[in-house]
């Protein structure tokens, strides 16, 4: 069964609180999201796997502890993933990059998949899908069904803001999944933005309103 962890560091708790402000435009919000993200992802690292290897500093040779041979994919989901994904990338450099795109059919208001393009051999992978706001779940787990499907090793999910509304509907399509985000906020509106929340993310970050 997946776990959701909600972080609790003062740096990111800092930032979330500047990226909620009304007032941030756009250039310090890209700055702010994607320190959040690297923040978040050194966290959501943690476990990975560690091997001895034998090397030579300046005055001997010791042992001493690398990532062992892990091969890491991160999927921003369109558009706004794209906001976290350069920290993320500056934490983790050797990362593919997937990418999976999606539009909301307008008679049904579910998300279809309209674009998915994802590292090779995902199966030896453990992805990262990336997207800012969890709101009512509907594009996480549509995101997380398209790279299923194509097969991989291990998926967990990664958020800046989350609603209890899309942490249940995940949790009851993904029970699998982890999740990872710096807050909960207390509900969607009527037109299912996150409430407080931070509004638009991808216009946010992108100045498109
Ligand atoms: N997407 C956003 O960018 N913001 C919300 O509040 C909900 C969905």
Do not use: W
């Amino acid at each position: 069964m997946g776990e959701v962890f909600i972080f609790d560091h003062p740096l990111m708790k800092h930032k979330l609180t500047l990226l909620r402000d009304k007032d941030t435009g756009p250039k310090e919000f890209r700055e702010l999201t994607n320190e959040l993200a690297m923040l978040m992802a050194y966290e959501v690292t943690r476990d990975i796997p560690l091997e001895e290897v034998e090397i030579e500093t300046p005055l001997t040779s010791t042992k001493s502890p690398r990532i062992a041979g892990k091969k890491i994919g991160v999927v921003p989901i369109l558009r706004a993933g794209l906001g976290m994904l350069d920290g993320i990338l500056q934490l983790m450099p050797a990362a593919r990059v997937g990418h999976v795109g999606l539009y909301r059919d307008p008679d049904t208001l579910e998300p279809v998949e309209y674009y998915c393009k994802l590292p090779p051999d995902t199966e030896n992978r453990d992805l990262l899908v990336i997207d800012p706001m969890l709101a009512t779940g509907g594009s996480a787990t549509a995101a997380i069904d398209a790279v299923k499907s194509r097969g991989v090793r291990s998926l967990k999910f990664m958020c800046l803001v989350a609603a209890p509304e899309g942490i249940e509907r995940v949790r009851e399509d993904h029970e699998d999944i982890d999740i990872y985000t710096a807050a909960v906020d207390d509900h969607l509106d009527d037109h299912a933005y996150i409430v407080p929340g931070l509004g638009d993310a991808g216009d946010r970050l992108y100045g498109t309103k």
